[in-house]
C-alpha cells in the first residue's frame, strides 16, 4: 500500500508542476459551480466521464445509492449557498447499493442497512425486473424528492433537477459509457 500512496503522491506533485501557479490562482476565495451533482461513491464513476476537469465546476456530494436524503446537509449547501443552477442526480449501472435494498434487511452492516433504508421505502420488488430498472427507479425517485424539496427555485427559474443513468455496461443498449437522461425537472426522459 505504501507504493500506492507514493504513487499518488508523485501524480500531485506532477499535476501541480503541470498546471502551474495560474491555476490555483483562478480558484482561490470562492467557490463557482454551476452544477451540483449527486452520485453514488462507487469507484467506477468520477466527473472524468462528464468533463476533463471538474474543479470549480461541480460541486460533488457522493453517497451510497445517490440518495439526497442521506446527504441533505451538503445537497443544501450547492443549492442555497452556491446557488448552482442545476441538480444532477445520476444513478449508474450494476448498483451494489441498489442490489443491497433489494436483500432482506440484516445482511450488511447497520450503518449500510440504515443508508440503504430510504431506497427500500421507495421500492417494489419485482423478481422479473432487471437490475438497470431498479436503478432508474431510483433515480426517478429521487428527482421527485428534489423537485418538491426545491420546488421554489425551480418554480422560479433558478433550479433545474435532472437525474441520469451512467451506463457503462451498456444496460439500456446505447453503448457502455453513456449517460443516459432519464428526468429533466419532473418529465420522464426515457422510455423502458
Given at each position: 500500500m505504501r507504493d500506492k500512496l507514493l504513487?499518488?503522491?508523485?501524480?500531485n506533485k506532477d499535476f501541480k508542476e503541470r498546471v502551474g501557479q495560474?491555476?490555483?490562482?483562478?480558484?482561490?476565495?470562492?467557490?463557482?459551480?454551476?452544477?451540483?451533482?449527486?452520485?453514488?461513491?462507487?469507484?467506477?464513476?468520477?466527473?472524468?466521464?462528464?468533463?476533463?476537469?471538474?474543479?470549480?465546476?461541480?460541486?460533488?456530494?457522493?453517497v451510497i445509492g445517490n440518495v439526497i436524503e442521506n446527504a441533505?446537509?451538503?445537497?443544501?449547501?450547492?443549492?442555497?449557498?452556491l446557488?448552482?443552477?442545476?441538480?444532477f442526480i445520476m444513478g449508474h449501472s450494476d448498483c451494489g447499493a441498489i442490489k443491497g435494498s433489494l436483500d432482506e434487511r440484516?445482511?450488511?452492516?447497520?450503518?449500510?442497512e440504515d443508508t440503504l433504508e430510504p431506497i427500500r421505502k421507495n421500492t417494489k420488488?419485482?423478481?422479473?425486473?432487471?437490475?438497470?430498472?431498479?436503478?432508474?427507479?431510483?433515480?426517478?425517485?429521487?428527482?421527485?424528492y428534489a423537485l418538491k424539496r426545491y420546488e421554489t427555485l425551480v418554480e422560479n427559474g433558478e433550479l433545474v433537477i435532472a437525474g441520469g443513468y451512467y451506463d457503462f455496461d451498456n444496460s439500456c443498449g446505447n453503448g457502455c459509457g453513456k449517460i443516459?437522461?432519464?428526468?429533466?425537472?419532473?418529465?420522464?426522459?426515457?422510455t423502458k
Open positions: 504513487e499518488l503522491l508523485n501524480y495560474a491555476y490555483f490562482d483562478k480558484i482561490q476565495g470562492i467557490q463557482t459551480p454551476w452544477l451540483t451533482l449527486v452520485a453514488c461513491c462507487d469507484s467506477r464513476i468520477h466527473t472524468n466521464i462528464m468533463m476533463e476537469d471538474a474543479t470549480n465546476e461541480v460541486f460533488e456530494i457522493r441533505l446537509g451538503s445537497v443544501d449547501y450547492g443549492v442555497y449557498q446557488h448552482t443552477p442545476m441538480l440484516g445482511k450488511l452492516q447497520e450503518s449500510i420488488i419485482d423478481l422479473n425486473k432487471k437490475l438497470s430498472s431498479y436503478v432508474i427507479d431510483n433515480i426517478e425517485n429521487q428527482v421527485k443516459v437522461l432519464i428526468n429533466y425537472n419532473g418529465e420522464n426522459t426515457y
